[in-house]
């Protein structure tokens, strides 16, 4: 009776245009001339001035450098052509090319991530809080000896064609703990310098890539280096066994702003762009409803109840109930990483049960009153197969207390058969605003129930107990980074019901069959108190379970892990240590 009574109302605010289609209000569709954006999209033609670009790109970086908590959001969008610019980028801008393939957009010059300074580091700069930016679908050609890209968390390149060398690195050999690259080519070396984990997808890499600290992860990867680990720390698949490309926006040869969504592939290495035949649909903006900040969750609920597809542009958005996405395949797609904020308790996003819904380029901001979920994929009665076109989860950035107090109990459950999880980092904060053991409580990061789930790029990072829970069967996780929480107060306050502290990555007992490869566990327990956990890694001991390539690590503080995965590895205790092994069970 509740849907009766919401589509009836939901009817009463819909027209239909004098072509007799259905326009939404505040749909693209309501905009002449291509949609409005809102103020914090910029976007440019090679018409514009190189001066004025420059200028926007520096003040940007002026306002952005440091603003790590703060709320703007921005994206300066390039239509096709070439152009002149050397880019820096802060915090919450992305850079995207408007063409259809990343040549069509040419860029000389950089788009760039530097190192901050932080004199309490070795080289007196790091790249550990570089978070929260992105770059994507252009070709660069460095002006400088190299284009710079040194970052850590969810940072994404995506579709660039770097004409050079790529260095990841703040450079003077200060710290770095990145990162994601997929569906990208690099002509020249990539120096991956002091970054200590890295995932790379469904790419082309030119001359070499440099050395590594602790987890380097290769996935489809040509002219990727050999498995190697743990000396040197690298673990090479030769394709990736389930993927779908990021959907993106793009403008057409008529001017029309468009969103491309890539295909499902299987068994794939290398780009999907190199020949210029890349598979998939493309939907007229006109199919998406354009949503500002000032939108109701109500108001983005009746689009998404109408069939509408969803753009967020730049802002934080905040929410009195959640985001309903009701229909199979419809795109949900941010733009300079908009958040969404739930207010009253509930999720920031709830997703049905159905075939092929994309989300990608949204973060999520907990509330100070505290959610059960925050994002859930399915109910926990799903049961359907969506093999043949899976829902997919990419760029997605979940954050518990930082800007302001958050609270949740576990911020992503994910229920429905076949998902696909690409760059998602759920992060229970170490810094920031309203940062506490008792302040910014969140119990799991991710749960995945569902049966046939790959990640790639699962960062899960300071919840209070499991990181990451795994309970459906044939899962796959092709990298994994956690760091535990630094602040328990005591062993009695972080102890679980198999041992002291919790396994950040636990497989439920039973679970017959899962497979993961490169995961990095690291602690630093920072209250100075002797705090231990059992092990990194907790999973069933059975034939079907195996793991390869996995690393704990004693960053600094107290402490620590007394062994990799369930009785196996080496204590990292008291004490910078690591502890390597490459197959579990032996």
């Given at each position: 009776m509740r849907n009766v009574r919401f589509l009836a109302a939901a009817a009463t605010a819909v027209t239909l245009t004098a072509a007799g289609v259905l326009a939404v209000p505040g749909s693209a569709a309501a905009h002449r001339g291509g949609p409005d954006f809102g103020p914090n999209v910029f976007v440019y033609d090679p018409s514009t001035p190189a001066a004025e670009i420059q200028a926007k790109f520096d003040e940007l970086f002026a306002q952005q450098e440091k603003n790590e908590m703060g709320t703007n959001r921005y994206a300066v969008l390039f239509k096709p052509g070439h152009y002149d610019v050397n880019a820096r980028l802060g915090y919450y801008t992305t850079v995207s090319g408007l063409g259809r393939?990343?040549?069509?957009?040419?860029?000389?010059?950089?788009?760039?991530?530097?190192?901050?300074?932080?004199?309490?580091?070795?080289?007196?700069?790091?790249?550990?809080?570089?978070?929260?930016?992105?770059?994507?679908?252009?070709?660069?050609?460095?002006?400088?000896?190299?284009?710079?890209?040194?970052?850590?968390?969810?940072?994404?390149?995506?579709?660039?064609?770097?004409?050079?060398?790529?260095?990841?690195?703040?450079?003077?050999?200060?710290?770095?703990?990145?990162?994601?690259?997929?569906?990208?080519?690099?002509?020249?070396?990539?120096?991956?310098?002091?970054?200590?984990?890295?995932?790379?997808?469904?790419?082309?890499?030119?001359?070499?890539?440099?050395?590594?600290?602790?987890?380097?992860?290769?996935?489809?990867?040509?002219?990727?280096?050999?498995?190697?680990?743990?000396?040197?720390?690298?673990?090479?698949?030769?394709?990736?066994?389930?993927?779908?490309?990021?959907?993106?926006?793009?403008?057409?040869?008529?001017?029309?702003?468009?969103?491309?969504?890539?295909?499902?592939?299987?068994?794939?290495?290398?780009?999907?762009?190199?020949?210029?035949?890349?598979?998939?649909?493309?939907?007229?903006?006109?199919?998406?409803?354009?949503?500002?900040?000032?939108?109701?969750?109500?108001?983005?609920?009746?689009a998404l109840a109408l069939g509408k597809n969803l753009l967020l542009t730049p802002g934080v958005y905040h929410l009195d109930r959640p985001l309903r996405v009701l229909h199979k395949n419809t795109v949900v797609l941010g733009l300079g990483m908009p958040s969404l904020a739930p207010d009253t308790g509930e999720a920031a996003l709830k997703i049905a049960d159905v075939d092929g819904v994309k989300v990608a380029g949204v973060l999520v901001d907990a509330g100070a009153r505290e959610s059960d979920t925050l994002i859930e994929v399915g109910s926990r009665f799903s049961r359907a197969d969506h093999s043949r076109n899976p829902t997919s989860l990419q760029d997605v950035f979940i954050r518990i207390g930082g800007p302001w107090v958050g609270r949740a109990r576990t911020s992503m459950v994910v229920n429905s058969d076949d998902t696909i999880l690409e760059n998602i980092w759920a992060w229970r904060g170490d810094h920031g605003n309203g940062i506490g053991w008792t302040q910014n409580t969140a119990d799991v990061g991710v749960v995945v129930n569902g049966d046939d789930v790959t990640a790639y790029g699962l960062f899960v990072e300071h919840y209070q107990k499991w990181q990451t829970i795994w309970n459906g069967e044939r899962g796959r996780t092709i990298f994994y980074q956690s760091e535990m929480p630094y602040d328990p107060p005591s062993q009695a306050a972080w102890t679980s019901p198999t041992g002291n502290g919790w396994a950040s990555y636990k497989v439920a007992p039973s679970v017959r069959r899962h497979e993961a490869w490169g995961l990095g566990v690291y602690s630093y327990f920072n209250q100075g108190v002797d705090i231990r956990a059992a092990r990194g890694i907790e999973v069933p001991d059975r034939p079907g379970v195996r793991f390869h390539n996995m690393i704990t690590v004693f960053l600094d503080g107290s402490g620590g892990i007394e062994r990799t995965i369930n009785d196996a590895g080496t204590p990292c205790v008291g004490s910078f240590s690591t502890s390597a092994l490459t197959e579990y069970p032996a």
């Open positions: 393939n990343p040549a069509d957009v040419d860029i000389t010059g950089a788009v760039r991530v530097v190192g901050q300074v932080n004199p309490n580091v070795p080289g007196g700069v790091s790249a550990l809080t570089n978070f929260w930016r992105s770059a994507e679908n252009f070709t660069v050609t460095p002006t400088d000896w190299s284009n710079q890209w040194a970052v850590s968390q969810a940072s994404p390149m995506r579709r660039v064609h770097v004409k050079g060398i790529l260095w990841l690195e703040p450079g003077n050999g200060g710290y770095s703990s990145g990162g994601f690259i997929a569906n990208s080519k690099v002509d020249g070396i990539t120096i991956n310098g002091s970054q200590q984990q890295w995932l790379t997808r469904d790419s082309e890499l030119g001359d070499v890539w440099t050395n590594g600290v602790w987890n380097q992860v290769f996935s489809g990867v040509t002219g990727a280096p050999p498995t190697g680990f743990p000396n040197p720390p690298y673990t090479t698949l030769a394709s990736s066994p389930v993927s779908r490309e990021k959907p993106y926006l793009f403008v057409d040869e008529r001017g029309k702003y468009r969103v491309f969504v890539p295909a499902l592939q299987h068994d794939t290495a290398g780009t999907t762009w190199s020949d210029g035949s890349e598979r998939g649909d493309s939907i007229s903006i006109d199919d998406f409803f354009v949503a500002k900040p000032s939108d109701s969750a109500a108001r983005i609920n009746l």
